[in-house]
């Protein structure tokens, strides 16, 4: 089920587009899924995490700073940032991860921005974990669309994916936004709690929205 708040909000048009989309939600919610479901019917997307991943690959930008803040040992063999050896360290060490964080955000932020830019899709859409939680990433998107579904799949789902515990995925699910925050700041929710065909539709009806919307902020 979709739900549309029919309303532009007041937010400061950014310098890169005058329409654009805030994509959240929840670990485990399907923001990929419907993110690249947008990117085959026509939109352009910009992913924080594809953004931050290439930041901290080999030779990316991040990787000096971190290995200044954190020291070689957490850079791989292969120039890279040793991926699993930070989440543990950040993970249970907030002082730590504000730190990473100070490091990764604003890099993310202008990447994003240049990806935005150079964007030819019908619209951009701006998919982002954190659109919620951080004052950095707020407006990031005329509109914010969240991707929702009951906190036990959230669950099941990413411990099918990956091989964690669901101890593990509810402790990452605390640091997030709660459901209800994310929900009161939306303008518009994709409730993926079915099949991908019924979430594949949800996304064409809203697609052809948006489409509709850009072409109206671009007159």
């Known amino acids: 089920m979709i739900f549309l708040k029919f309303f532009m909000k007041n937010s400061p048009k950014m310098n890169y ?55 070689p040992e957490f850079i791989g063999q292969d120039g890279a940032m040793n991926r699993a050896m930070m989440r543990e360290h950040v993970f249970s ?37 954190l659109l919620v939680e951080l004052p950095i990433w707020r407006g990031m998107g005329t509109r914010v669309l969240v991707v929702d579904c009951p906190e036990e799949l959230q669950v099941s789902r990413v411990m099918k994916r990956s091989n964690m515990t669901a101890e593990q995925v509810r402790a990452i699910m605390a640091t997030q936004a709660t459901r209800e925050k994310r929900l009161a700041m939306a303008d518009d929710v994709i409730e993926n709690n079915r099949s991908i065909g019924d979430t594949s539709r949800e996304v064409e009806h809203l697609h052809a929205i948006y489409k509709k919307m850009a072409q109206n902020a671009f007159l």
């Open 17 to 71: 587009t005058d329409f654009s989309i805030g994509l959240t939600g929840g670990i485990g919610s399907g923001k990929t899924l419907v993110a690249n479901i947008f990117a085959g019917l026509g939109a352009s997307v910009v992913d924080a995490d594809e953004v931050a991943r290439s930041l901290t690959a080999p030779g990316g930008e991040g990787i000096e700073p971190i290995r200044e803040r954190f020291g």
């Open 93 to 129: 060490n907030a002082n730590e991860r504000l730190k990473l964080e100070a490091i990764l955000h604003p890099l993310i932020r202008d990447v994003s921005f240049r990806l935005a830019e150079e964007a030819k899709g019908d619209y951009v859409i701006f998919v982002n974990p």
